[in-house]
């Protein structure tokens, strides 16, 4: 499964295609920063099992973000305008 | 009566298919057997029907309208991947908070325990959502829902 990379974005007069792409890596050093933290604080805790859900829960996360591929969303009406793009 | 006729007839039956599709698929079963191709071979049909990926929202202005009434143009397209994948994130949502967007849902009017919708329920409504198709017209659009 791979996440979009990018995404077009209107609203009104402004639209612009955001480079998901360079979100990706913040994101992943961001995870690779806190899960450790995140089991530490559960080992501390003494709700290791726990950290399993989270893990479940960045994964679950993962795949609605790859499934959103595809998604499209265009609504005009009157003078407004609103899309969304993810292809 | 052949074996594609019998199974066609049973899905007819069962309702996994409309009468439409079955007609569509009895054609092109009689089409298949009256040619000189392999006739165990099922029709390509069935795979295109069985496979929807998206379901589409449009609504457009009527062509009838008459005045100066406003005019919306909607054009949503959902990944039904997004729908499996979500009901596989909501499922991890802890029980407390779970009941608390019940509520929430509840409140606004959604009368529907999505705490309910698991694996399989998912896959029959999808499956039922394979023969999903809605002309109306609302306020002078025309709204069609499908699934492609």
């Keep these: ?14 639209g612009i295609w955001v480079p998901l792409f360079l979100l990706w890596p913040i994101i992943l050093v961001f995870l690779a920063i806190m899960l450790p933290l995140i089991f530490i604080g559960m080992v501390i805790a003494g709700r290791v ?21 595809g998604l499209r969303i265009d609504i005009h ?10 292809p | 009566m052949t074996s594609e ?7 007819l039956a069962a309702g996994k298919i409309t009468a439409d599709e079955a007609e569509q698929l009895l054609q092109l079963t009689s089409k298949v057997s009256s040619g000189s191709s392999d006739a165990s071979a099922p029709p390509a049909v069935i795979v295109k029907i069985r496979n929807p990926r998206f379901i589409r929202i449009i609504v ?10 406003a005019q919306h143009h909607v054009n949503i397209r959902v990944p039904l991947k997004i729908v499996r994948a979500g009901v596989n994130l909501a ?42 198709s809605i002309d109306a017209t609302v306020d002078n659009h025309l709204v069609k829902v499908f699934v492609e």
């Design chain 1, 1 to 14: 499964m791979i996440p979009p990379m990018v995404m077009w974005f209107k609203v009104q007069w402004f």
């Design chain 1, 77 to 86: 009406k009157e003078q407004t305008v609103f899309e969304i793009y993810i």
């Design chain 2, 60 to 69: 457009e202005p009527n062509s009838q309208t008459i005045g100066n009434q």
């Design chain 2, 5 to 11: 006729r019998k199974q066609i007839l049973d899905m």
């Design chain 2, 91 to 132: 499922s991890l949502i802890p029980n407390d908070a779970g009941h608390m967007v019940q509520n929430s849902l509840l409140n606004k009017g959604f009368k529907s325990d999505l705490s309910k919708l698991d694996a399989t329920a998912l896959d029959e409504l999808i499956e039922a959502l394979q023969e999903l």
């Design chain 1, 49 to 69: 099992s726990r950290f399993w859900v989270v893990i479940r829960i960045v994964l679950a996360a993962y795949s609605t973000i790859c499934a959103a591929r």
